[in-house]
């Protein structure tokens, strides 16, 4: 018999018997606890806001108070959409956009963060090449954290979670917003 032929008998032989996998514990919050509230604070914390608009607030007029000076807007929806962005639009048609105007999937009250699929994101830069992001959320579609926003995730297709503006550092501590996307984050809840 070989060394190797020994080496693989031996392993097989020693082999450690199977074990279960941990149960997964529950981490719901208990009730009564304010998602939205966490959600806004979890928001304001890593950068960004969360405006919750009354049922009568005028879209397009909160967005004209809430960014005056961005006249290239991308939106989805037709009402809000100032230019015209698609799947095929140029790098240079897209480095363009001030603000887009995307809707969210569900939020996190955890981390402040929103799940976008992609059929809301136009083209899948624009979240990240605006200047500006507004993310309109429902609030009733936010979560109490991460491990049920993965069950809402779909098995397929391509998302992401958004969590306040961009931000870099480098080791002298030197914080840099906007590096690698939008240098603003606005969630407006519905």
């Known amino acids: 018999m070989s060394s190797r032929d020994l080496i693989l008998q031996r392993i097989k ?15 719901s919050w208990p009730p009564g606890i304010d998602l939205v509230e966490k959600f806004k604070i979890a928001l304001e914390r890593v950068g ?3 405006i919750a608009l009354s049922p009568q607030a ?4 909160q967005i004209s108070i809430l960014y005056p000076g ?3 807007i ?3 929806n037709a009402l809000l959409s100032r230019i015209e962005i698609s799947d095929r639009s140029s790098t240079d048609e897209l480095r363009r956009i001030e603000l887009a105007v995307l809707r969210g999937r569900f ?6 963060a929103v799940w976008v699929p992609e059929e809301e994101m136009i083209h899948r830069a624009v979240p990240f090449i605006a200047e500006h992001l ?5 609030r009733g579609a936010i979560v109490e954290n991460m491990h049920q926003a993965y069950k809402l995730v779909p098995p397929s297709g391509y998302g992401v979670f958004i969590a306040g503006p961009s931000k870099t550092a480098d080791i002298e ?3 840099v917003i906007g590096a690698h996307g939008p240098r603003s984050l606005t969630v407006l809840l519905e």
């Open 134 to 138: 507004i993310l309109l959320l429902s």
């Open 70 to 72: 961005c006249q290239r």
């Open 48 to 50: 960004g806001r969360a």
């Open 13 to 27: 032989r020693n082999r450690p018997s199977d074990a279960r996998l941990p149960t997964v514990p529950d981490f």
């Open 58 to 61: 005028d879209l397009k007029e």
């Open 74 to 76: 991308a939106s989805r």
């Open 107 to 112: 939020g996190v009250a955890e981390n402040g």
């Open 173 to 175: 501590q030197s914080l």
